[in-house]
């Protein structure tokens, strides 16, 4: 199975400001997704991160917002942009190894983010 | 659309209880399901899966059994320890990973 890990493990940030999350995978991975964990709720996907291209955004969630980067089949980063309070979360992102299949996901452990 | 719906906790049981979380799935066709487990602190872990019906998915003493006909994967384990405590997730395999709202299990010695 795929290691993954994230920087910054967490973070407390003042709104307006951004910070970018980075996601390394030990091996290459055909795809790479992106989470958000709210308090006390279960997981909502952002977006799924694909290598060459733009990614690809959920409902409720925009470019603009959380711009993805996927520059190689190992490497991943969200920006969240413009932060307010609303945006603590616990943002985790994972991998897929099986090609075009959602059968089976490793995750990272997380990045904590407090927005004050 | 494809949906997951876990039992609510907290579940609070003292060490060597048995343990069952519920788990019941709405989807089209049958798509695979999994358990993943989050410690606190730490991100998810796939705990089992299990990928066509009536397979039983087992792992560190977890089962869960795939029944479509009552759409359920149940998580089950006769004699929880206190270093089981977690936040429990089930989830399906649709368009994408599609996780219940989780169940925390605290045990206690």
């Known amino acids: 199975s795929a290691v993954i890990s994230q920087k910054p493990s967490r973070d407390i940030c003042q709104r307006g400001t951004s910070l970018t999350i980075q996601c390394q995978v030990d091996?290459?991975?055909?795809?790479m997704f992106w989470y958000r964990q709210q308090p006390g709720q279960s997981l909502t996907l952002i977006a799924t991160?694909?290598?060459?291209?733009?990614?690809?955004?959920e409902s409720g969630f925009v470019i603009d917002k959380f711009p993805i980067s996927r520059p190689n089949l190992t490497f991943s980063t969200l920006t969240v942009s413009n932060m307010s309070p609303e945006d603590s979360s616990i943002y985790l992102c994972?991998?897929?190894?099986?090609?075009?299949?959602?059968?089976?996901?490793?995750f990272g452990p997380g990045t904590r983010l407090t927005v004050l | 659309g494809d949906s997951v719906t876990q039992m609510e906790g907290p579940v609070t049981l003292s060490e060597e209880a048995f343990l069952t979380i519920n788990c019941t799935y709405t989807?089209?066709?049958?798509?695979?399901l999994f358990w993943y487990v989050q410690y606190p602190g730490e991100g998810l872990q796939l705990l089992l899966k299990?990928?066509?019906?009536?397979d039983k998915g087992s792992n560190k003493g977890f089962e869960a059994t795939y029944r479509k006909e009552t759409t359920s994967f149940h998580l089950e384990k006769g004699s929880v320890q206190v270093s089981d405590s977690a936040v429990y997730f089930c989830a399906l395999a649709g368009t994408a990973l599609i996780f219940g709202k989780g169940t925390t299990l605290s045990v206690s010695s």
């Open positions: 994972s991998g897929s190894p099986s090609g075009g299949s959602y059968n089976e996901q490793f």
């Open positions: 989807a089209t066709g049958y798509p695979s």
């Open positions: 091996s290459q991975v055909t795809m």
């Open positions: 299990a990928t066509k019906a009536d």
């Open positions: 991160a694909n290598q060459g291209s733009e990614a690809t955004y």
